[in-house]
């Protein structure tokens, strides 16, 4: 990767590319590189079943191309992960006006969200990055001076853990996630079409032409959105049905159960949302989190060919997010759980990826 290694100087003109660096984490068996340059998570190596390690998280080589990075690779998201309905929301009795980055929406933050930021580096060691920011009052219309942390983590379990906190000076709100791509075949070998995918969610949120939630809380049986068991991407893309129309393909929040917790923190409300399996290379992954619902993003707009990592070439579903989060469009819907942070209050998140083999 052609950044600067965690320490070392990064001579470049633009004063902001001085201050990006990469950071190597190891553990257990798997691996990966984190920038601060939005907190990227720039790689992610994962043995299969035969011990043989790849990178399962597309991304590219170099920081000018993360740069000029419109698809979020591997990014940090907020203030807000996700949609806003007209980039507008109301805030005790004010009525906050966002950037309308995504058609007539607000998506992931603005123009400037925390994907293009240069954190700082707090602390690290082998097997542990924790980024800080202060995000300035009505940054990007947002209320509230915001003090936010993300901790990246590999554990002895083969987990790449990510502890996000905030705590803020006004009322806010706030909605932090990951949207890395993964492939669990490796980064560019191909589409995602044949992997598996079970959700530990029984409904989950419909959405309009502009991938906005209705507002239903809809079931998901008798639905291409059934994935309560493990099945094929492919088979449930291939349903003409309007939310596949809507979303053009899935990109859609899924209401999590919570019915399965994480077993060594039973009292975190770390509960499984997601396992996702590859059955070429025998890669499972577990997905955990403390978040109330899942994006699942099968990768539709991802207009190639992209040129990416080694030269991979990336097109329409080479890979697919699934993004821990408040729902969508949640600041406008009373019944949807409430993103809003109160000030002095502290925002906790965590979401683990655990990786298996099978």
């Known amino acids: 990767m052609k950044f600067a290694a965690a320490g070392c100087g990064f001579s470049m ?3 902001i590319k001085k201050e990006i660096r990469s950071f190597k984490l190891s ?43 419109t698809y979020y690779f591997g990014a940090l998201i907020g203030r807000y992960a996700n949609r806003i ?8 009795g004010t009525v906050c006006e966002l950037a309308l980055n995504d058609g007539p929406n607000h998506l992931h933050g603005g123009r400037r969200g925390f994907d293009k930021i240069v954190w700082t580096p707090a602390a690290y060691s082998e097997n542990q990055l924790k980024l800080e920011y202060i995000s300035a009052d009505m940054e990007e219309n947002y209320p509230g001076r915001l003090y936010v942390q993300a901790t990246y ?48 969610a029984d409904f989950y949120t419909p959405i309009d032409r502009q991938t906005i939630p209705t507002g239903e809380i809809a079931p998901v049986a008798g639905t291409p959105m059934d994935f309560r068991e493990l ?44 396992e996702l399996f590859e059955p070429q290379s025998g890669r499972l ?3 955990y989190t403390t978040k109330p619902g899942i994006q699942f993003y099968s990768g539709n707009f991802l207009a ?8 991979a070439k990336y097109g329409k579903h080479s890979g697919l997010c ?15 759980p409430s993103p809003v942070l109160r000030a002095g209050t502290v925002y906790r998140h965590t979401t683990i990826y655990r990786f298996k083999v099978k």
């Open 13 to 15: 003109d633009n004063m």
């Open 27 to 69: 553990c257990g068996q798997i691996a990966c590189e984190i920038t601060n340059y939005g907190g990227v998570v720039l790689a992610l190596s994962a043995p299969d079943r035969s011990g043989r390690c790849e990178d399962v998280v597309l991304g590219y080589d170099s920081v000018d191309e993360y740069l000029n990075d």
């Open 85 to 92: 309905a007209n980039g507008r929301f109301q805030l005790d």
């Open 153 to 200: 983590t590999l554990t002895e379990n083969n987990e790449l853990r990510i502890d996000y906190w905030a705590v803020g000076d006004r009322n806010t709100i706030v909605n932090l996630t990951n949207h890395a791509y993964f492939n669990l075949k490796g980064h560019g070998e191909g589409d995602i079409l044949d992997h598996q995918l079970k959700l530990y």
């Open 231 to 274: 099945r094929p991407i492919k088979a449930n893309l291939d349903y003409e049905h309007p939310q596949i129309i809507n979303g053009s393909g899935f990109d859609h929040n899924w209401v999590l159960n919570k019915s399965v917790g994480y077993d060594s923190e039973p009292g975190a409300d770390l509960h499984l949302a997601a």
């Open 285 to 287: 992954m577990e997905v």
């Open 304 to 311: 190639g060919p992209i040129t990416g990592k080694k030269g």
């Open 322 to 336: 699934l993004e821990t989060q408040y729902f969508p469009n949640s600041p406008n819907y009373s019944h949807f």
